[in-house]
């Protein structure tokens, strides 16, 4: 999301807006494990400990991966804008070296109390246990483990930072959603009931177009081609052997972990929204429905 500072808060909160650069991360999502199923699953990155005699640290490679990378990019004020979220606890990272950039304020945010969502831990859990595994394919490289434990990292990493803004854009969609209809949310937030602010915010026909055209993108982005480049046809189920990607894989993943951890996001956004907001813009917004 472009958050330079004259940009027009309408229109970086329109749904439509917001749901363009969803469809665009999908590009970027598919074609960064594309770049991580070149490596073998090597697996001895994903242990804790499994380095701590070298690197004097209790996580795993992966983890001391993130923490180092993300102690360089907080220097460079990344976790100053509202849609990044480090999977390193804020208060383990260095200050910015530089000042935040002035933004336009797009997201509530109540009290400092009540930290930023964030549901790192839970990207980074289903990544390494399911998707990992899922997209590097031991029967088309022939090993488990082929050494290149840095590289493998780096694109473990990239993939978990656009895992992290896909998901976490969904305070953005929530802001949107509730901004253009206040008062169906305020009574499930007064009252707070997850269940049917769930049901407010899920659109079924947005999700199952979603699967599709990721399907069709997967199919396209990983396909293989002759040397006159002529595309070589590979059944959906042979791909993970023969093409750069495991279709199914990225069609799982958002099916059970991007989409419901996003609508997690959404939902948890809302339960927060009203805190810090005087009793007399609610009564206003209420007023909404007589209108
Ligand atoms: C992101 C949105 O909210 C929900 C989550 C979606 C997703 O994670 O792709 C899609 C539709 C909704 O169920 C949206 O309405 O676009």
């Not at 640290?57 to 102690?71: R, V």
């Not at 008062?183 to 659109?203: Q, R, S, V």
Request: proline share 6%; aromatic share 8%.
């Amino acid at each position: 999301m472009n958050f330079t500072s004259g940009a027009d808060v309408s229109e970086l909160l329109s749904l439509d807006h917001i749901r363009t650069q969803l469809i665009r991360l999908e590009d970027t999502i598919i074609f960064l494990l594309i770049e991580r199923a070149q490596f073998a699953l090597n697996e001895k990155i994903y242990q804790a400990g499994a380095f701590k005699d070298e690197l004097g640290f209790d996580g795993s490679w992966l983890e001391w991966f993130l923490f180092e990378i993300e102690c360089f990019h907080a220097k460079a004020r990344r976790y100053t804008s509202p849609d990044e979220h480090a999977f390193t606890p804020l208060d383990k990272l260095p200050q910015p070296l530089i000042k935040p950039q002035a933004l336009p304020s797009i997201l509530h945010r109540p009290s400092a109390t009540h930290p930023s969502v964030n549901v790192n831990s839970k990207i980074l859990d289903f990544y390494v246990k399911q998707i990992v595994p899922g997209i590097v394919s031991s029967s088309r490289l022939g090993l488990e483990d082929d050494g290149n434990y840095g590289s493998a990292a780096t694109r473990d990493v990239e993939v978990l930072q656009a895992l992290s803004r896909r998901i976490h854009f969904g305070m953005f969609v929530s802001e949107s959603k509730f901004l253009s209809a206040p008062h169906e949310f305020i009574p499930h937030i007064l009252n707070p009931n997850p269940e049917a602010l769930a049901g407010l915010i899920t659109k079924p026909a947005v999700e199952a177009k979603l699967l599709i055209r990721l399907a069709n993108k997967a199919r396209v982005y990983g396909c293989e081609m002759d040397a006159d480049g002529k595309v070589i046809e590979v059944p959906d189920e042979e791909m993970a052997a023969r093409g750069k990607i495991d279709l199914a894989t990225i069609v799982s993943m958002y099916k059970d972990w991007v989409i419901p951890l996003t609508k997690d996001v959404e939902v948890d956004y809302l339960l927060h929204r009203l805190e810090d907001v005087p009793q007399s813009q609610i009564d206003e917004w209420m007023k909404g429905t007589a209108a």
